[in-house]
């Protein structure tokens, strides 16, 4: 949407000109700003934008809109400091509105705040838990079935393991640790992304027989894993504090889950090892890019 169209076609919304803005808002009572963050489309920005606005007071809550790209921040006086911390991050955030928040949205008292945090933490420790679990049982058994796919689906549970325990350890610490906290998490899926491709290389150079029906059933456990970690979610995933994002990262874990079962249904049907190691590595391509993403973060 431009400026342009919002000027025309909805002359009462607020302006959003920054400086415009900025003037209507002498520094006095509580706001709720939107942002469109053009380039703001998964879980790794998201995290980028919390770690940004981490540590500014004036900031009272944040709610992500991911398909529609949009942040909805509820502060307090002028939203010129978010901006200014949006922008170096190179997201395309542009401020598309702001308006004076309702009593309701206005409030937010630190027994409430102190209640979603347990809250999430217990969800975290258990989706930590599953993918801990899930990770040293499907790395054993995708070595037993020479698969590719499961060992490159096995490092991406530790991967999303990494990045909970790390969330949990940062629950309540200054911005910088949680920043260095983010950092570690994309070194470690990093490390595990080039792990997973080169098992795909070294298997497509010296062969690999891989076991199809072992392929299947060890996927379809996973798969049981993930969708228990979606149910586990799913009530909670608006709520803010990576719950949303650790949403998504179930629900792309539930994709690859499918990729390796119709991979080893391939590989039974047609004796090729070749479907395993496709999956294996657009698993090990998924993991890289998050990694990329998040090693991108900025103080």
Known sequence: MTKSCDDHCNPQTPSTDRSEVSHTQDGAGSWVSVFKVAKMDCPSEERMVRLALDGLDSVRRLTFDLPNRQVRVVHEG??????????????????????????EEAIVTPAALAETAAKEARILRSLLAINGLMFFVELTVGYLAQSAGLIADSLDMFADAAV????????????????????????????????????????????????????????????????????????????????????????????????????????????????????????????????????????
Request: aromatic share 6%.
């Open 78 to 103: 002028s939203p010129q400091p978010i901006s200014e911390r949006l922008d170096p991050l190179g997201l395309g955030a542009v401020l598309e509105n702001s308006e004076a928040a309702s009593p």
């Open 164 to 299: 909970y325990g790390l969330a949990l350890y940062a629950v309540g610490r200054a911005a910088q640790t949680k920043l260095k906290a983010a950092r570690l998490a994309g070194w470690l899926q990093l490390i595990l992304a080039f792990g997973a491709l080169s098992e795909v290389l070294r298997r497509f150079l010296f062969g690999s027989d891989p076991e199809s029906v072992l392929m299947m059933g060890m996927a379809l456990v996973a798969l049981v894993a993930n969708v228990s970690c979606l149910l586990l979610i799913s009530r909670n995933r608006e709520s803010g504090v990576h719950m949303k994002a650790s949403w998504i990262f179930s629900a792309n874990d539930v994709i690859a889950n499918s990729g390796v079962i119709l991979a080893g249904a391939l590989v039974y049907w047609t004796g090729s090892p070749y479907p395993d190691l496709i999956i294996g590595l657009a698993i090990g391509l998924v993991v890289l890019g998050g990694a990329r993403k998040i090693l991108r973060l900025k103080g």
